[in-house]
């Protein structure tokens, strides 16, 4: 193997460096090789890098701007005041009722999400005929593909007046629907990486669990969905991930009244939303209300920066 | 020849419309153990497989013929046998090994909490001797609540051994189990195997034709699909009838 391709190598070098002796040939070849691998290692460096750079000025950008809202105000009323009123004469800045719309949004979405998308997804990877997973699966994945807008207007116009044949006396404006609708709009996340990871578990483990006599559900439950944990919590971090930065959805069906409450029921507007808010307009620039975005905007990737602390931890945790 | 544990009688089997094995005869002596041989693709693993209707999980499989069980007389690949039940009977221990992703000792009590059992000084005391019949207790007894993916290779596969054996099965299947493994944990099983043929009716396929000589009974030769010759091992090795079985346990081809 290894004489011909150097031959071949040698034939190419001399070829290129237009000389017909041989061991300089070898030379310019090995030369030119190396100096290509360098240049492209560069280029991938360079690449991957860049994710590095573009984070760090997201950052840079939020700590910056936040510093001059918290000029204005003190760290200590933005995390405990109760109060979210930047429009009002009397404007109280407390980023509490703002995180509690988040949460209590996102809580709903999740309460959809992680086990509807579980279950599709160790349906289509254990139980499903090969036919039906081929329209399940890309049924399911059209759900991500509808636009966030229509999905909001598909709970304010839909799912909220159906649930208000439920739900007595509830707002036109409510998280209740804002969220189960976001959690429709995450399945398709949560299923495809999921069934992804279940897929990956080596069939020698299905049948290791079959040949002791398992059933099918005991095979997925018992032996399967251990074996895929990390991924699986991948897709869960994911979704949450989705969900706490989902703003179109929110914006729609949720109200923009921020409101400090952890009742579904209730209208209440999401970090997400009011940085749509006011960057539509309703803050002079550089005001103290239109710095207190980056203040929201910074919290905002606290949180989902924490939860994919957590997922890291997790997935390392549970990885055998 | 001793008692049977179980017959297969003019079995074919077909995946899809490729028929893999073609009316295959053949008994299995209780309490020994029969080696199956032959070079890679003649049918051997896919006739252990039908033992246990693993072949079930896959589309477009068919058996056709029987494989009598013995002494139920019950024939295993028969459409009204449930296979959960069949699987419950014969343990199988597979190419590498496959722990489940669990502690040591879930991973033995699996058959048993399978089958209902949920006493925890039960589950205990016959994991407890599923691992020392297994020749593995004294090494694990330990760290039975750790990962069995702590363990080395030929640990975990004694490990899916003691698994199948802890279910108290009636016949075990084994699909060339130590060909994973260095010749010393090879040795362990071979060891181990030896031992088992005690209680059980015990396959075993293999491609190692020393391991077949030295730790089977009956030695069962197949080619493309057919059985060849079956005898004893000794006379498999020693004074095959067929052209065929000479030559490839003799090694000239295979």
Redesign the interface.
Known sequence: MKPTATVVAADAGSLLAGKPARSDGITAFVARRRFVNSVAATIMFAAAASSIVITCGIVAILTFESATFFSHVSLLDFLTDTMWTPLFADAHFGILPLVAGTLVTTAVALFIALPMGTIIAVYLSEFAPHKVREVIKPATELLSAVPTVVYGYFALQFVTPALQHVVPDLPTFNMLSAGIVMGIMIIPYVSSLSEDALRAVPMLLREGSYGMGASRIQTAFKVVMPSAVSGMAAAYILGISRAIGETMIVAVAAGMQPNLTIDPRQPAETITAYIVQVSLGDLPHGSVGYQSIFAAGATLFLMTLAFNVLGHYLRKRFRH | MPPCKAEVKKLSFFYGTMQALHQIDLPLADKHVTALVGPSGCGKSTLLRCF?R?HD?Y?NTRYDGEIILYPSGANIVDKSIDP??M??RI??V???P?????SIFENVA??LR??GITNKTELKDRVEVALTSTAIWEEIKDRLNK?A?ELSGGQQQRL?IA??VA?EPEMLLMDEPCSALDPIASAKIEDLIRELRKKYAVLIVTHNMQQASRASDYTAFMYLGRLVEFGTTTDIFTNPKSKETEDYVTGRFG
């Open positions: 246990n693993i999980l589309p959960i039940e699987r419950m343990g199988m597979f190419q590498k496959n722990p489940f992703p669990k699996y058959g399978l089958k990962s993916y899916c698994r199948a279910a």
